[in-house]
């Protein structure tokens, strides 16, 4: 799935292509994350500041990590016609839970990270084609459910979620750069149990 490109349900296949970022995009990934940060403060654990004064090699070893643990999508308009716009408009990532790694949980797990897609690309199918990109790289890596946290009140955000078939959990956390607000978590199972 490294080089797979696909188009959104609905979008002309020559406007939009979603594929896996590969490590020399390091910086089309920063441009998109610090643009989403601005964009959205709430909606993510970081801060635009603390992002922004990560250095290069940082940036670097987000996509550099084992594809096995890792991936990260990002979405383009026209990136199939020479001389068009190469900017990300869609980013969204999957990363291997860490505790179902460590035993700390039977059921292998993927959580879905940094789902964002610029206010010019809204409406188009392409925020749930993300997140279905993320789903079908968690199958092949045998994850049994994928994980997220949504700021709770970003009703756009838990309805693209809940089309995607994710559920709240009832589970809450601290907002982790806003003491204000509050993470709700959701799961969306892989497998039904036998």
């Known amino acids: 799935m490294a080089n797979l490109e696909t188009s959104p349900a609905g979008a002309d296949p020559g406007d939009v292509i ?4 590969l490590p020399d995009e390091w910086r089309a990934l920063r441009e998109i994350r610090l643009t989403a940060l601005r964009e959205a403060p709430s909606a993510y654990g970081a801060t635009y500041e603390q992002t922004a004064a990560l250095p290069d090699r940082e940036w670097q070893r987000w996509l550099e990590r084992d594809s096995a643990r890792s991936a990260m999508f990002g979405a383009r308009f026209g990136a199939d016609r020479p001389g068009t716009d190469r900017t990300l408009v869609g980013l969204c990532g ?3 839970d860490q505790a179902a790694e460590s035993g700390e949980d039977s059921a292998p797990a993927v959580d879905l990270v940094f789902m964002w897609v610029s206010p010019s690309a809204r409406r188009r199918g392409l925020g749930v084609a993300l997140v279905e990109e ?4 968690a199958r092949t890596q045998g994850a049994e459910r994928v994980h997220l946290r949504v700021t709770d009140g970003n009703v756009p955000a838990e309805r693209l979620y809940a089309r995607c078939g994710f559920v709240r959990t009832g589970e809450q956390v601290p907002h982790p750069s806003d003491p204000r607000l509050v993470k709700a978590d959701m799961v969306r199972p892989l497998r039904s149990s036998s």
Request: avoid cysteine; charge should be positive.
């Open 94 to 96: 999957g990363w291997a």
């Open 18 to 21: 979603i594929r896996r970022l």
């Open 134 to 137: 993320v789903l079908a790289w």
